[in-house]
């Protein structure tokens, strides 16, 4: 088998939310080009405001059932939603990236300062705007620990979101996904 420069495939877990027809703030997945937002998400991520994906599909069932808890606390009823995304490894590549293989090399730092609510990679002195995308393991908030086999693909501008090319619901959980696929 030869390597035939693929694609490559990265997953999205949200609630159908996220995907209302009125919502101002949701994906548009019907037709293209999508429509993702970069306000939307949790205040203080890793590594600072984006939109999150994996490559692992079941972290993504994960996530997308941990906002579907979330909102049925609250007494919402709401679905999980797993969304399939669609990124030309080219296209990737011409994309101003951070890459942290692991949890070394100043990885904990740099989540330590976006998790502080500093403006993430704008703000830093040598850099003149923010990194399209930053890449990574997954952390447990509030602690210096990495999820083992865990990975995080986070788009932090509007070239990075413009580099997937395609966006698919993959699957909608009622109301929650098994994980235990």
Same mark, same amino acid.
């Given at each position: 088998?030869?390597?035939?420069?693929?694609?490559?495939?990265?997953?999205?877990?949200?609630?159908?939310?996220?995907?209302?027809?009125?919502?101002?703030?949701?994906?548009?997945?019907?037709?293209?080009?999508?429509?993702? *937002?970069?306000?939307?998400?949790?205040?203080?991520?890793?590594?600072?405001?984006?939109?999150?994906?994996?490559?692992?599909?079941?972290?993504?069932?994960?996530?997308?059932?941990?906002?579907?808890?979330?909102? +049925?606390?609250?007494?919402?009823?709401?679905?999980?939603?797993?969304?399939?995304?669609?990124?030309?490894?080219?296209?990737?590549?011409?994309? +101003?990236?951070?890459?942290?293989?692991?949890? #070394?090399?100043?990885?904990?730092?740099?989540?330590?300062?976006? #998790?502080?609510?500093? #403006?993430?990679?704008?703000?830093?002195?040598?850099?003149?705007?923010?990194?399209? !995308?930053?890449?990574?393991?997954?952390?447990?908030?509030? +602690?210096?620990?990495?999820?083992?086999?865990?990975? +995080?693909? *986070?788009?932090?501008?509007?070239?990075?979101?413009?580099?997937? *090319? #395609? !966006?698919?619901?993959?699957?909608?959980?009622?109301?929650?996904?098994?994980? *235990?696929?």
């Amino acid at each position: 088998m030869s390597w035939a420069n693929d694609d490559m495939v990265l997953y999205h877990g949200c609630s159908e939310e996220s995907l209302a027809p009125g919502n101002p703030r949701g994906i548009v997945v019907t037709g293209q080009p999508h429509n993702i *937002s970069l306000d939307v998400g949790a205040s203080l991520p890793d590594f600072g405001p984006g939109f999150y994906t994996t490559t692992w599909l079941h972290q993504a069932r994960n996530w997308a059932n941990l906002r579907v808890r979330k909102l +049925q606390a609250r007494r919402r009823i709401a679905k999980a939603v797993v969304l399939s995304m669609r990124v030309e490894r080219n296209a990737f590549a011409g994309l +101003q990236s951070l890459v942290f293989p692991g949890e #070394r090399d100043g990885f904990y730092k740099f989540v330590e300062y976006c #998790r502080d609510g500093r #403006r993430p990679h704008a703000a830093i002195e040598f850099r003149q705007g923010p990194y399209d !995308v930053v890449t990574g393991p997954v952390t447990l908030a509030g +602690q210096t620990m990495i999820v083992g086999g865990a990975d +995080q693909v *986070s788009f932090h501008t509007l070239a990075g979101t413009a580099a997937i *090319s #395609r !966006v698919d619901v993959h699957g909608v959980g009622d109301p929650l996904f098994d994980v *235990s696929t």
